[in-house]
């Protein structure tokens, strides 16, 4: 049970496909959203030292968040949000999508963070940056727990979309009829991912408890995410701060809107 | 159009239609 807006007592809007699509589609819809794999391109020197692992860090982040945008758009109903919300949404989240692609890849490869196909990190390489190394085990553990849990395609597909549009729930009320109007499109956004989250669920098998419960650990290991996204984004502020990296483009402008 | 004008490329990227591909 949860309380409705006023405006979701109206009649469905003809735009709102999403809503009249069963979760089996919607989850087809968000599978063929996905980025594609994203190379870093660079002649990797190693051993890192701690500016040249920063500036491969920051040169991947900045091409995914471009990919992030298009992904962004291709989930059914986002693109129908008010522009405020849709940038809203996309300058919370984005790191911590960024963590949750980086978990996904990394899932079948314990004790490594696979930042993309051509940028493997040990966990030990992490020690060349000052503080990373804690970031880098918040990363496995929660990639251990995820791996724990055998998290399916189908899964991770829907709690990514679940991070980008519960990101920016709580910090702002609707003011205006337009404002309250697209919270009330996001929020039956929201309960379509969670329908599309329960549906994929279900096909594994379990009992109706273990469903239940799965879900629960599913939905709760978000907050652990948004844990690591804050240290994340504390620590490339700092290394900003000190010139460790120069950030630039849209990884700068996402970083800027969270300091 | 403060918030548009904080978040240039985020809402450039938003309201045009080029693929990611051409960016990267």
């Known amino acids: ?259 | 159009s403060s918030l548009k004008e904080k978040h240039k490329i985020l809402h450039q990227l938003l309201q045009n239609n080029t693929s990611p591909g051409d960016l990267a």
Not at chain 1, 142 to 170: D, P, W
């Open chain 1, 1 to 259: 049970l949860h309380l409705e807006p006023p405006l979701a007592r109206l009649p469905q809007p003809p735009h709102e496909q999403h809503a009249a699509m069963s979760p089996e589609e919607f989850i087809s819809r968000i599978m063929e959203a996905e980025p594609p794999d994203i190379y870093l391109m660079e002649d990797l020197k190693k051993p890192f030292t701690e500016a040249s692992m920063m500036m491969s860090l920051t040169n991947l982040a900045d091409k995914e968040l471009v990919f992030m945008i298009s992904w962004a758009k291709k989930i059914p109903g986002f693109v129908e949000l008010s522009l405020a919300d849709q940038i809203n949404l996309l300058k919370c989240c984005w790191l911590e999508i960024l963590m949750l692609g980086l978990i996904w890849r990394s899932v079948d490869h314990p004790g490594k963070l696979i930042f993309s196909p051509d940028f493997k990190l040990n966990r030990e390489e992490g020690q060349c940056v000052e503080g990373i190394m804690e970031i880098f085990d918040m990363l496995l553990a929660a990639t251990a727990r995820f791996r724990e849990l055998k998290l399916q395609r189908e899964e991770y597909v829907c709690l990514k979309a679940m991070i980008l549009l519960n990101s920016n729930l709580c910090s702002t009320s609707p003011q205006t009829a337009e404002e309250l109007a697209s919270r009330t499109r996001l929020l039956r956004l929201l309960d379509s991912v969670i329908d599309a989250l329960v549906w994929a669920i279900s096909k594994l098998g379990l009992s109706t408890q273990q469903q239940t419960l799965r879900l629960g650990h599913l939905t709760m290991l978000l907050s652990h995410i948004r844990h690591i996204s804050n240290k994340g984004m504390d620590h490339l502020s700092t290394m900003k701060r000190k010139n460790v990296v120069l950030v630039y483009n849209l990884l700068l402008e996402m970083l800027e809107a969270n300091i």
